[in-house]
């Protein structure tokens, strides 16, 4: 019974800091990220940070607890403080640098889920931010991952959801004045849906003027077929004004006479069959996370509205 007993009681605490801990590291996972299979990234990271100090508290409490000398507990307390240390310095230098970029992106928080950025020669919409890389949706439907220090370390260009500013730009002969040109680009930008519309001449080149037509567009999420959309309407608006965009410089091959321009003639063909919006087939798992992002935020905060009401 003595044996029996100091085995009991050199043990209990062991099996107490091992089954406890553990059990309550299953619950937490289950709480915070398991019963939630659909959580975005923006909120599942700071769960995930929670359960990996979690394991390393439980793994420290069980070494403190463990029935061993206290030479042997401090030899290994310093062991695991020094893989930690040597984890962080050594092992892997582009792990624990995307890991800690992670962290500033959130503290900092430059973009959102669902935002536009460019970053070097990659332009696309936030689809989703993990621990260690961005995932970014191009115009062209495709994902593409990038390392999350490289967002802090290189340039990030965001286009704000309160408007972005697009633009066409075009050369026109000399022989067609600028004050004529000007009204036709800005009718052009109106014509697109564009606010504040200006018109800036860029440069005089040897055989032509370069004009650039902007505008403010406030529905970020039609970006690309305003884009599109700009263009056509100049298009229009200087071709019914006779007006060749073509450049001078054009050798011609076909027997006519030199002022007749190449301009398509004025017609109307019936209504095309609708069709999708460029943004809606580009970035739909981007427009997806977006949507949970904000139903995540909208749940927590009625959730935090009854609370106060109950209070």
Not at 66 to 95: C, D, H, K, Y
Not at 164 to 184: F, N, Q, R
Not at 201 to 208: F, R
Request: with cysteine; charged share 20%; glycine share 4%.
């Amino acid at each position: 019974m003595t044996i029996t007993g100091s085995f009991f009681d050199a043990f209990m605490p062991l099996l107490a800091s091992l089954v406890l801990p553990v059990r309550s590291l299953r619950l937490a996972h289950y709480w915070l990220i398991a019963r939630e299979p659909n959580l975005g990234s923006e909120t599942r990271l700071p769960r995930q940070i929670i359960m990996l100090l979690g394991t390393v508290a439980v793994i420290i409490l069980v070494v403190i607890v463990a029935p061993l000398t206290e030479g042997t507990r401090n030899q290994t307390l310093s062991i695991i403080g020094l893989g930690i240390f040597a984890v962080i310095a050594f092992s892997s230098t582009s792990f624990v640098t995307n890991f800690m970029a992670a962290i500033t992106l959130r503290v900092t928080k430059p973009f959102n889920i669902g935002d536009f950025v460019t970053v070097r020669d990659s332009f696309g919409k936030v689809s989703e931010r993990g621990l260690f890389d961005t995932e970014i949706q191009t115009e062209n439907r495709e994902l593409v991952s990038m390392p999350n220090s490289l967002f802090v370390l290189t340039p990030v260009k965001v286009t704000r959801r309160s408007g972005v500013i697009i633009s066409s730009t075009l050369s026109l002969g000399y022989d067609t004045h600028h004050a004529k040109i000007e009204p036709l680009l800005l009718l052009a930008a109106r014509a697109a849906e564009l606010d504040d519309p200006y018109v800036q001449i860029l440069g005089l080149d040897d055989i032509s003027v370069c004009y650039r037509v902007s505008g403010m567009l406030l529905d970020v999420k039609t970006l690309l077929s305003s884009r599109s959309k700009l263009n056509q309407c100049v298009l229009d608006s200087l071709h019914r004004s006779q007006i060749e965009i073509m450049t001078p410089t054009v050798t011609r091959h076909i027997n006519q006479p030199l002022h007749m321009k190449q301009i398509p003639a004025d017609t109307r063909l019936t209504a095309a069959p609708a069709q999708l919006a460029a943004e809606d087939i580009a970035f739909d798992k981007a427009d997806r996370a977006q949507a949970n992002e904000l139903h995540q935020q909208n749940f927590n905060r009625e959730i935090e509205k009854l609370t106060n009401h109950l209070k």
